[in-house]
């Protein structure tokens, strides 16, 4: 196991639970939503936007955490059928340009929370530079997940994910 390698599956373990904190409070605000608008008959102004930033991490943090474990969208029709000495160098070219992608949304994401900057959400009043850094999270995630993955020993063919 490379120091890369032990890194990025302590990041992905951090990741995977604070997808699934999000996950949990996102559901707690839509439940609590629904409580005060159909059974108390008052609607919250809080819930649906929290529930919103609760479930842009949960989406983004998912796609992150997909890079990691080799489950995000991608096709595979060439790749599966290349014979294994040509597939290896193929997923590591792959999981490289999934690494820059990460890399060009950080540097996006970075240009859109800049030019947002100073906003904040209408019900809660959060500054909405919370919701828009998630991006940066994400690309900063695909990129490190994508780089091990390109520089993993062995490679990441037969299922070693």
Do not use: K
């Amino acid at each position: 196991m490379t120091a890369l390698g032990s890194i990025t599956r302590t990041v992905a373990g951090a990741t995977r639970v604070s997808i699934a904190l999000a996950a949990a409070g996102m559901l707690g605000c839509i439940t609590y939503q629904v409580v005060m608008r159909y059974v108390v008959g008052a609607a919250s102004s809080w819930s649906e936007e929290a529930a919103v930033l609760l479930f842009s991490w949960s989406v983004l943090g998912g796609l992150a955490l997909g890079v990691h474990e080799g489950f995000h969208v991608r096709l595979t029709l060439l790749p599966d059928r290349l014979p294994r000495d040509a597939r290896i160098p193929a997923e590591r070219l792959l999981d490289a340009v999934t690494a820059a992608l990460g890399a060009f949304l950080v540097w996006s994401a970075w240009r859109f929370l800049d030019i947002t900057s100073g906003s904040v959400s209408a019900a809660i009043g959060y500054p909405t530079e919370i919701l828009n850094a998630l991006g940066i999270a994400c690309g900063a995630l695909m990129a490190l997940f994508g780089l091990e993955r390109a520089l993993r020993p062995g490679g990441t063919v037969d299922g070693a994910a």
